[in-house]
């Protein structure tokens, strides 16, 4: 059964990068057809997807959110990563990541952090 | 971008009753790429539904989804006690991907 398990530090700095990692366990990252996305929820608010990587390292983003955010991929290791420059308290959010099947919604999700940016 | 707006914002029902959920879009959707999630709290969001009518593995046959174009209905046919939770559509057809703001079903 795939599973997806979010880490990374609870506690940004405004201005700082906030980097967090994804662990697939159960199923290859490097599968055909799976892209592997990061998607967010800020307390109290709609869901807001952030960008996903295939395992070439192709990677598309909400243009929303571009000039910040890279995403990357490490075969070697099953896991892909996020980062997110110039935090704001904006960015305070519950960070998921998930798998993309081409042609299918993202499933099945991680159990989510949240990531609080505070001085 | 395509928005998706959910109506209502909250619904307030007993266990045992029908309840029919609203996701509109800003622009036509293929029904390919709408889906719906439940969502309980601090837990992360579980596929019910893709493809606009499909059910996800392991979902009971109470929830169902259907429509087309700009408008897209989840439909639960008998509320459980487990049911009471916040519902997403989402659409993954065009980049970027958007989800609806969601309802939220609380018991009455």
Redesign the interface.
Known sequence: QLQLQESGPGLAKPSETLSLTCTVSGGSISANNCYWGWIRQPPGKALEWIGSIYHSGSTYYNPSLKSRVTISVDTSKNQFSLKLSSVTAADTAVYYCARQIVGSPPHPWGQGTLVTVSS | ?IVLTQSPGTLSLSPGERVTLSCRASQSISS??L?W?QQKPG???R?LI?GASNR?TGISDRFSGSGSGTDFTLTIRRLEPEDFAVY?C?Q?GS????????TKVEIK
């Open positions: 971008e390919t790429y889906a999630y837990q992360a969001p596929l893709y996800a997403f989402q993954h980049s970027p991907w958007t989800f609806g703001q969601g």
